[in-house]
């Protein structure tokens, strides 16, 4: 069985590629410092292992699809036997409460399950005297799935089961920040998987680059931000690669008139909140009447006041850090933009002191209009709280104007809501809740946060391409039948 996780040692230190892609350290973010290393994978290693995928995937393609769904069956069995150790070291590299790393990894072991499930069968088309036509759906050859820091091991593993379920042959890259867990889950499937069909390669963007312009890789999967999903889709382009592109977002929740907003508070808290506010489908922004908004914002603020930050290790703990000083920065950048600009801080609103990268649940209001903490992601613990006099049609047009399109959220009156879901531009409106996922519902975003989506048969389409078999009766063929 060929290495499924590559790393190196090899590159020579002051080697003009050691800083890119040599061994390098991880840190973990509650402390930040460092707390393992790295192995890195040198340029040749990623080819050998492309080139051992592209060599696996005509067998891979050919295996019976009962038998490919053993294999992800038998992957689910491995993880889930695995979740302790796998979730301890996510915790450790993205910060996350340890419970939430467990709950993480089951939920990745889960999703092997119920991708072996989903179908794939071929479609009669046309039965006719004179002809017959059949479509099939057959894999691409070898994917590039490549993961994002927030949730690591399940957005991954929501590529690569699909993916080898279609019958591809997988490369996985993981984020920089966090991939010892994707190493250690590496580790873990490539028992329960013939050789060469999974790879796990660590490195960052410039390795993720060479990835996505290998000519053996024929479909890139990608989940991250809307700059890299861009350059991805240009990498992409010159060789007509496919690509899926799951990127950021910028969700507002809409409250509606008359709303008692005591109620919903608590779940707007959630939903914003969730992972530090490092989820794609975060509430990032909330628009409210502004006969209720400042109610609705010092509700906000108390529950921020009250959270418990710190070390994902510590039980206590309901919020971790942010996953690198480079995010932090980003975060405190934008309130400091936007106090600067006029806006008030109502709770949090200053990195905390202390070791780590660790920004308190913040909530603003006041902003400036176009301000960029209301239209552009920040993807942290903040809450910017938006006041609207008019009717909420014109505040979902206002909340349209970002170039971003994953989800919205309408809060209030269920028969009102239903009226007004056709307007947000986006790939997901939920009504009274918000980011709630689940394998067998489609996920995708409108505009600049993506192209296809993921989940249940729809996400498994994505790692097919159609195939048509136009068969012409002749005579004979017609008197027999
Ligand atoms: P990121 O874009 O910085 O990195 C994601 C991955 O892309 C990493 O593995 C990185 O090494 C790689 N990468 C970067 N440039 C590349 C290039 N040119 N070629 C190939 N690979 C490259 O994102 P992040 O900070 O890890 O994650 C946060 C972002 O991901 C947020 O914007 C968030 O909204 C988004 N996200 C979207 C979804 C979704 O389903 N739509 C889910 C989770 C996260």
Known sequence: MSAPVVGSTATAPGHPGAARYGPRPVENPALGEAFAQAPGCTPEQLDGVIDDAARAFPGWAATPLDARRERLLACHRAL????????????????????????????????????????LAPERLVEEPAARVGLERVPHGVVAAIAPSNYPVLLAVCKIAPALLAGNTVVHKPSPDTPMS???MGRILSEALPAGTFAVVDGGAELGARLTVHPAVRLVSFTGSVDAGRAIARQAAADLKRVVLELGGNDPAV?????????????????????????????????????????????????????????????ATEYGPLVSRAQLERVAGMVDEAVAGGARVL??????????????????????PGSRLEVEEQFGPVIPVIPYDD?????????????????????????????????????????????ALRHDVPFGGHRHSGIGVEYGAWGLREYTQLKVHHIALRQADREMS
């Open 80 to 119: 889930l036997a695995a979740v302790e150790p796998v979730a301890g070291l996510l915790t450790r590299e993205q910060g996350k409460p340890l419970r939430h790393a467990r709950a993480e990894v089951r939920l990745a072991a889960d999703w092997f399950a119920h991708t072996a499930r989903l179908e």
């Open 182 to 184: 994707s190493l250690m």
């Open 255 to 315: 409250v509606l008139p008359g709303t008692d907003v005591a109620s919903v508070a608590r779940d707007l808290f959630a939903g914003a909140m969730t992972n530090s506010g490092q989820f794609c489908a975060a509430v990032k922004r909330v628009y409210a009447p502004r006969t209720e908004h400042r109610q609705l914002a010092d509700a906000l603020a108390e529950m921020a006041r009250s959270a418990v930050m710190g070390d994902g290790l510590d039980p």
């Open 347 to 368: 709770a949090g609103g200053r990195v905390l002191d202390r070791a780590g990268h660790f920004y308190p649940p913040t909530v603003v209001t006041g902003l400036a």
């Open 391 to 435: 009717d909420p049609e014109q505040v979902i047009a206002r909340a349209n104007t970002s170039p971003y399109g994953l989800g919205c959220s309408l809060w209030g009156d269920e028969g009102r809501a239903l009226v007004l879901a056709g307007r947000p531009a986006c790939g997901t409106v939920w009504i009274n809740t918000h980011g």
